[in-house]
Each structure stands twice: as C-alpha cells, then as structure tokens.
C-alpha cells in the first residue's frame, strides 16, 4: 500500500511571530561556507566548507506541543511524556464556517465528526478553521485573531478519549481574553495539544489518518517544537 506524507509545520525562521505572551525566535547564519574557507579544511582543490545556524528561541515556537509542565507545576515535562502521545491514529474536523475570535462549541465539534464519517474514540483531532490561511502574512491577525475552544468542547474531546488535539493558531485560547479556559481545563482532564498546525485543509476529506508529531527531548522541557505530518494511506 502506498503512503503519502502531508507536512502539517510552519518553518522556522528569523523573528516569525510567536503567542502574544511569548518572544520571537532569533535564528541567525553563525558560520557560512565562504568564511570556513579560512580554516583551511579538507584537501587542495577539495576543501571542506561547512554552515551553522544559531537558534535562539522558547520551546512553544513555531508548530508545537504543549507539555503539561506548561500549566502545571505538577505535571510531566516533555522528556516525560508517553511518546504514543504526540502519534496515533487522527481525523481532520471542518471548521472553516468558524470566524476568527469565534468559539468552537460541542456542537460544532458534533456536526464536523459526523460529516468526517469517523467517530472520535481516542483520536487526536486537528481542527482546521482555515485560519492560518485567511491570516498568514498578516503579523498582528495571526497573532491576535484565532478562534478559541469552548470548555464544553473541550469536554466534548475528552469524552470521546481524545488525549490530544490540534489547532491553527498560536493557542487554543482566543486572545481576547486572559481567562486561558481551555488551557485550564486541559491541564485538569490530564490533556494538552499541539499549537500552529498548518495545510489542514489537505486533511479534510480523508477521514482517518495516522498522525506523527515527535517533540525534541528537551530535559524539563514545557513544551517543544515538533515536525507535525500526517500520514496518509493511499
């Protein structure tokens, strides 16, 4: 059986933007090829050139996981964490009806499962509300406009044995509030999500799929960058 592999991660960069809370990386050239030259490297006619980069950045940059050390002093770092977790079988919701700065409720979560044709038991479900694609570009909407999980919604997730989900945006808060519901409730059920997903609308459609979102082993680490794909069988 053939497999496809749809990249689901933004990439990194200088100064990207990053949670409202939360500082930019710094991801500059350290060492180019043209400068090693000097450290004469290799063999007359072959010499061996190289590139750095320095990153200098939080762990909750980019397309990430949140640990649940993030909102709980109590709870496992990233390094700790079950790595069944961050993989496992997935489905895509539909969404794209919800605005930016609107609410996810149970309902809509309802509606989208029954159109996917796949019935939440355990999955990890990425919410696609095309918000990334109505506001990349746009530094202070992609910022401060993505729409936020209900706690019944949240709820919702956790009835059905979902253990981890996926959203768009920097958070799965709105940013028009410092209420943090959602992250709250997470780290009172026991569950967490990955941040700034990207390409959801490939995954609409295809009902189940195997996901794969691997963070670094970070000691202590709250969080962690991840390279987000979905596997697709064809």
């Not at 940059?61 to 993989?87: E, I, R």
């Not at 809509?108 to 694609?133: P, R, Y």
């Not at 936020?148 to 956790?158: I, R, S």
Request: glycine share 10%; hydrophobic share 40%.
């Amino acid at each position: 059986m053939a497999r496809r592999i749809i990249d689901l991660s933004l990439t990194v960069e200088d100064n990207m933007p990053a949670h409202k809370m939360f500082q930019s990386p710094v991801y500059l050239k350290a060492l180019s090829h043209e400068f090693t030259v000097s450290f004469g490297l290799g063999v007359p006619g072959d010499a061996m050139t190289f590139q750095t980069n320095y990153i200098g950045m939080l762990d909750h940059v980019g397309t990430h996981v949140d640990a649940f050390l993030h909102v709980n002093p109590k709870g496992l770092s990233v390094d700790q964490m079950p790595l069944d977790l961050f993989m496992g079988k997935a489905v895509c919701l539909d969404l794209r009806h919800i605005g930016d700065l609107e609410d996810i409720t149970a309902d809509h979560m309802s509606a989208a499962e029954a159109a996917a044709g796949v019935k939440v038991d355990g999955h990890i479900v990425l919410l696609c509300t095309g918000f990334h694609a109505r506001n990349w570009g746009d530094r202070k909407q992609i910022v401060w406009g993505n729409p936020g999980l209900t706690v019944g919604a949240t709820h919702w997730l956790h009835e059905r044995g979902s253990r981890m989900h996926g959203v768009e945006g920097p958070s799965t808060d709105k940013p028009s509030d410092n209420l943090f519901a959602q992250h709250r409730l997470c780290r009172d059920l026991g569950i967490s999500h990955f941040e700034w997903l990207v390409n959801l609308e490939s995954l609409i459609g295809l009902g189940e799929f195997e996901f794969i979102g691997l963070p670094i082993k970070f000691k202590g680490g709250s969080g962690s960058p991840v390279r987000a794909v979905a596997v697709i069988d064809e």
